[in-house]
């Protein structure tokens, strides 16, 4: 519950002695003040009723301006805090002003709109997710950037967690969405930056194991005997290309062109970062090419391939598709497929791992390392956008190397032991 007094600033005294007149507004133990734009002479003042002592001039007309004033005050306080408790005290004093505060859930959503040809189809889907979670979070049609604070962070955290029991990760990714509108806002000073309740918050963010096959793995996955030109043969090719070709993300494999590969290099555009990257393929991914570029050829019964055409036969779209919806919605299709029949050639190949197509990215960065390439040019090839992401693979050659050391430390120890 807000309480409102009305009182003169005796600290703002002008030249003529005059003391300005102002509500004082209280609510949970933060105060705000708001200037009525009105001086009265500081010994007319009743601090026990709050207003002028009869005998002042203009006594009854002040007097009646101030009730008038304080009584609109405690109306506007009063139904903005039956609509919501959470409403702030920032919003009820930019309501009685009679200035219109601006609603965050109004800018999201018009940023959501703005960059629809900029963000990803992923993207877009997680914006519209959070915004939503927002809303239900919240329960007003309205969210004031002012009640955009830490004690709101924390509690839409809480909800997270606890209501719709996230994973911490996914936390990490929402708040960070959030975080990018409000450094928009700020940009169109909106906010204040001082007010950005993330220079007080921290995302966390909990560290996932990253599987990967080893040489001998891998070698079990490429040499399982399957029928030729069926769903799981060319699933086993795509991962075992990308465990070879610099860890390709699939996204990128699916979409792979003829036109995009010279008989020796692959230049396209990584959908994830959209930028441009030219990959020299080492004997083991032009051999799986050839296979493509002879079976094209057989299926079309001549020797010329469209260079517009797919390399790789599993994404079930037009290859001149240009809807951005229709083509996300095919390559998660032939993702999920993907990985259902990784798992299964998991358990042919006995790998007791849990094999998802990225794990070819791990695989490459892991064994490019492990055979000596420098970590920048690992980082290059894997498209990071900084050598940060890729120094993870090297925390997990380091703690493979000290799994080896031990192994011949153990077997050292069996030894001296007899």
């Not at 877009?124 to 239900?136: A, D, E, G």
């Not at 795509?238 to 230049?267: E, M, P, Q």
Request: net charge positive.
């Amino acid at each position: 519950m807000t309480s409102i007094k009305i009182f003169p600033k005796m600290n703002k005294i002008n030249k003529y002695g005059h003391a300005p007149i102002y509500l004082r507004l209280i609510k949970n133990r933060r105060i705000k003040y708001l200037a009525l734009d009105i001086h009265i002479d500081p010994k007319d003042w009743n601090e026990e009723i709050c207003k002028l002592n009869p005998d002042a001039n203009n006594a009854e007309q002040i007097n009646s301006y101030l009730e008038i004033k304080e009584a609109e005050a405690q109306n506007t306080a009063l139904e903005m805090e039956i609509k919501s408790n959470l409403v702030s005290l920032y919003n009820i004093k930019t309501k009685i002003k009679g200035v219109k505060p601006v609603d965050f859930f109004a800018f999201f959503e018009k940023r959501i709109q703005e960059r629809d040809e900029e963000l990803s189809i992923g993207s877009l889907r997680r914006y519209k997710s959070v915004l939503k979670k927002l809303r239900n979070f919240s329960g007003n049609e309205q969210l004031y950037f002012d009640e955009l604070n830490v004690l709101f962070i924390r509690r839409f955290q809480n909800h997270l967690t606890d209501d719709l029991h996230n994973h911490i990760n996914t936390i990490q990714s929402n708040l960070k969405v959030i975080r990018a509108v409000i450094t928009d806002a700020i940009a169109e000073e909106l906010m204040p930056i001082e007010k950005n309740p993330f220079n007080r918050i921290k995302i966390k963010y909990q560290k996932t194991s990253r599987e990967f096959l080893l040489d001998d793995e891998l070698e079990r996955f490429e040499k399982l005997k399957l029928e030729e030109d069926t769903s799981i043969f060319h699933h086993r090719n795509i991962y075992v290309f990308s465990a070879y070709s610099a860890g390709i993300r699939i996204s990128d494999l699916l979409t792979l062109r003829w036109k995009n590969f010279d008989g020796k290099h692959l230049f396209f555009n990584i959908r994830k970062n959209q930028e441009d990257i030219s990959i020299k393929l080492p004997n083991k991914s032009l051999e799986i090419l050839n296979y493509y570029k002879c079976l094209a050829e057989s299926k079309n019964c001549e020797a010329f391939i469209e260079p517009e055409s797919f390399i790789f036969p599993l994404l079930k779209i037009a290859p001149n598709e240009t809807d951005r919806l229709t083509i996300h919605n095919g390559i998660s299709s032939a993702t999920a497929y993907t990985n259902k029949s990784l798992r299964l050639l998991a358990k042919k190949a006995k790998i007791c791992k849990n094999i998802s197509f990225h794990t070819a990215r791990h695989s490459w960065a892991v064994r490019a390392l492990q055979k000596g390439m420098r970590i920048e040019y690992v980082s290059k090839l894997m498209g990071h956008s900084s050598v940060t992401h890729t120094e993870v693979y090297a925390k997990i050659l380091n703690q493979e190397l000290d799994k080896a050391m031990d192994v011949f430390n153990a077997s050292i120890e069996k030894l001296c032991s007899h």
